[in-house]
Structure formats: C-alpha cells, structure tokens
C-alpha cells in the first residue's frame, strides 16, 4: 500500500508565478490535509478536504491560495503570483475517517519544498 | 486558545541513556495527542497517540509517552536511545473546536543522540 504521494517534490518558481502542489493520500483515504512548514516553525495547518468538498479553510490566506480535491485525481494546492514569503515547505497529509470519530491519525506525505526566487 | 508547547528546542543524550522530550497541551475538552518524527528532507512519521484509556502510551520504535491530565503533559520516552533515534520531533494536538480537521503542532524539539 503505497503511501501518500505528493509531487513535485522541488519547485522553483520566480515573483508572480503559479505554483501548483499534487497529492494523492493513501488508497482508501478520503480525507485530505495540508499544511505548511515555514524554516525553524512547526507545521500550521491550511485547509482540510474531502472528495470535491472544503470542509475547513481557516487557516488559508484569504487571497492567491486555493485548493481543490476531485472526485478523480490529486489534491491540488494551488499559489498564485507567488511571492518570497511563500517559500516553505508543503506537507500533505490524509486519514480514512475524520478526526471525529476518533482520533484517527493523519499519514503525511514527504512534502513539498517551494523556493520563491 | 488551544496549543500546544515544546518547551526545549534541542535535546542531547548519548546512546544507551534514557531520553525524554517535553510536551504540554492546552485544549478545552479532553485532547486527542500524538507525536511525529521527522527526518531531514522526509515527511511525517506517526509514532504514537493517546485517545483514551491507559496514561502509558506505546508506539513505534521504542518510544512511549505518558499522558498527565493534572500536568497537561504528553511527554515522549525512551528507555535506551539510538544514534538512529536522531530526528526533529513534533507534539500534536487535535483541533477540537471543529470535528475531524486539523492537527496542532509545537514548533519541535531536536533530539542528538550521540555514541
């Protein structure tokens, strides 16, 4: 059982680019998290999906992130006009029920490292 | 507000010696706590949760952690470390103000072990 996958796993971009970060949780899972990792910080969650439904975003910048999961294919983190501050690292993590039920724990992919030039 | 504390940044043991690192919680409710290992450039690695039941929690590789209610404490433990064991380590709560979402992560503590 494959673990979960997220790709690429470095991504360069300039000012003002696109960055878009894939995950693809383990077989089974419908509940996807992601987070990010800023130098020297602990991980702050971002936003919380189930299949083609956002169910909790508080912690997403208001503008330019935006983040998706179909009912075919990955989950999609998407950062507009990336700017310098947006250099972290992204981890994508995903569980088979919702914490709600239990304190299922999250399996966490091997993340996402964004260098903003 | 809910939180979470990794009082030390840095831990230093050498191999053979028993290991602790520190973790205490503030949430409302009972807390749902785990710990995570992470090594350089890799993911997260589940080690071990508490939910309910036994205060002595035990999990991957060794490790254990002993839930303290009177202390909000959640503190990781090993009885003899590795150099292998030598890894970035996050405490985590879940969020209970909404069901089923996120993870509240101190900011880590480095563990050295050294032979």
């Known amino acids: 059982n494959a673990g979960v996958m997220q790709n690429p796993r470095h991504l360069v971009r300039r000012r003002g680019q696109e960055a878009r970060l894939r995950c693809s949780p383990m077989?089974?899972?419908?509940?996807v998290y992601w987070y990010r990792q800023l130098p020297e910080e602990g991980l702050k969650f971002m936003v919380y999906l189930q299949k083609e439904n956002i169910i909790d975003e508080s912690g997403m910048p208001k503008e330019r992130f935006s983040a998706e999961f179909p009912k075919e294919g990955p989950s999609i983190l998407r950062i507009q006009q990336v700017v310098r501050g947006d250099s972290a690292a992204y981890f994508c993590?995903?569980?088979?029920?919702?914490?709600?039920?239990?304190?299922?724990?999250?399996?966490f992919g091997p993340g996402t490292r964004l260098t903003v030039l | 507000a809910q939180s979470v504390a990794q009082p030390e940044d840095q831990v230093n043991v050498a191999e053979g010696n028993p290991l602790t690192v520190k973790c205490t919680y503030s949430v409302s409710g009972n807390p749902y706590l785990f710990w995570y290992v992470q090594y350089p450039n890799r993911g997260l690695q589940f080690l071990l949760k508490?939910?309910?039941?036994?205060?002595l929690v035990k999990g991957s590789y060794g490790f254990e952690a002993e839930f303290n209610k009177s202390q909000t404490s959640f503190h990781l433990k090993k009885p003899s470390a590795l150099v292998s064991d030598s890894a970035l380590y996050f405490c985590?709560?879940?969020?209970?103000?909404?069901?089923?979402?996120?993870?509240?992560f101190g900011k880590g503590t480095t563990l050295s072990v050294s032979s």
């Open positions: 077989k089974g899972h419908s509940h």
């Open positions: 508490y939910i309910t039941g036994d205060n």
């Open positions: 993590a995903s569980s088979w029920t919702s914490g709600g039920t239990g304190g299922n724990e999250q399996f």
């Open positions: 985590a709560v879940r969020d209970m103000r909404q069901a089923g979402t996120a993870l509240i």
